[in-house]
């Protein structure tokens, strides 16, 4: 039973560079979504695939910030010329699709610093 | 505006005695809650969830119980273990949104 994987687990970059994470859900989920981490704070919900489409964003997810999932499998969280303040926990999660009682399950996480 | 709230940062138990961990909310669309396990380094792992139509689900030493009057749920364990050690987070989620809305979190530690 494989569950939400993501890669890479860690990432340190400086100021400015761009970074992208990849997500791959389980694998009959046809949901898969993105939030953030920061220490002290319940994930914060960034956006939402249904399929391939992206559904719905968070005003969290600035103009830097790009999601992607082709073909409706794995996706990417792409993040343009970091800065200090992006540096959290990404996380990703998968739901089946269910009706009223959906439940998302997490992958481990990528942590990004931004030095 | 914080929608899902755990008020309590810690709780400290022994071992073999009940942990019972607390969550408010305040959207009255919320039809779906859950409860997460999250352990340092690692994602949020699923442990029990209760859709508004019940008021307690029970899923072995896990049991959630659902005040909607009250927009309050809670988590009791029972025996709390060792192993239970960890942050708690409750979730919330209404009909025609897919996002989770999640509290802070409580750090239980459990006592040897």
């Known amino acids: 039973d494989t569950g939400v994987s993501q890669n890479p687990r860690h990432k340190i970059t400086k100021r400015g560079q761009n970074v992208t994470f990849r997500c791959d859900p389980i694998?009959?989920?046809?949901?898969l979504y993105w939030y953030r981490q920061t220490l002290g704070q319940g994930p914060e919900f960034l956006t939402y695939?249904?399929?391939?489409?992206?559904?719905?964003k968070s005003r969290l997810l600035s103009d830097r910030f790009s999601a992607e999932r082709p073909k409706g499998s794995f996706s990417t969280l792409e993040i343009q010329r970091t800065e200090q303040g992006d540096s959290a926990m990404y996380l990703c999660?998968?739901?089946?699709?269910?009706?009223?009682?959906?439940?998302?399950?997490f992958g481990p996480g990528t942590r990004l610093t931004v030095l | 505006d914080q929608q899902v709230k755990q008020n309590s940062p810690s709780l400290s138990v022994q071992e073999g005695r009940i942990s019972i961990l607390n969550c408010d909310y305040t959207?009255?669309?919320?039809?779906?809650f859950l409860w997460y396990k999250k352990y340092p380094a690692e994602g949020p792992t699923f442990l029990i969830s209760?859709?508004?139509?019940?008021d307690k689900n029970e899923d072995g030493r896990f049991t959630v119980f659902l005040n909607k009057s009250a927009k309050h749920l809670s988590l009791h364990i029972v025996p709390s273990q060792p192993g239970d050690s960890a942050v708690y987070f409750c979730a919330a989620s209404g009909t025609g949104t897919y996002k989770y809305i999640f509290g802070t979190g409580t750090r239980l530690k459990v006592l040897a």
């Open positions: 695939f249904q399929n391939e489409a992206q559904l719905e």
């Open positions: 999660a998968s739901s089946p699709g269910l009706p009223y009682t959906d439940t998302q399950y």
């Open positions: 209760i859709s508004s139509i019940k």
């Open positions: 694998s009959e989920h046809n949901r």
């Open positions: 959207n009255s669309m919320f039809d779906y």
